[in-house]
């Protein structure tokens, strides 16, 4: 009788949320089989990654301390910890986190001054 293949199947295997994540280290060649992206696409990204983050910022500005607290424990966590490799990106990506979280209270703190007038 044929064994049957280990394999699980398609709604049980491990989605990309509990694989580890891939970062690649060495920049794609032309031959990539990706197109890259051209300048006015990159220039699009970072118009839409602006937006997000004031909407962040507007929105973390509007919530509890207690929620304020919790997104900075985030930043926190995403930090290496000891014994692991300090990767330059997570180290961006915590500081920016914490630096979005001082802006968000600095423009409540602000919107709170205008509201008492």
Do not use: W
Not at 46 to 64: H, W
């Amino acid at each position: 009788m044929p064994r049957k293949s280990a394999k699980a199947p398609a709604h049980r295997r491990p989605t990309a949320v509990t694989r580890p994540l891939r970062v690649q280290t060495q920049v794609p060649t032309a031959s990539s089989t990706e197109p890259a992206l051209t300048n006015a696409e990159l220039v699009q990204l970072q118009v839409r990654v602006v937006a997000l983050e004031n909407l962040v910022i507007t929105l973390l500005a509007d919530c509890s301390e207690s929620r304020q607290a919790q997104a900075s424990q985030m930043a926190t966590h995403i930090s290496p910890r000891l014994g692991y490799t300090a990767h330059r990106l997570t180290l961006h990506a915590a500081s920016h986190m914490k630096h979005l979280l001082d802006r968000a209270r600095h423009f409540g703190s602000r919107m709170q001054d205008h509201t008492a007038l």
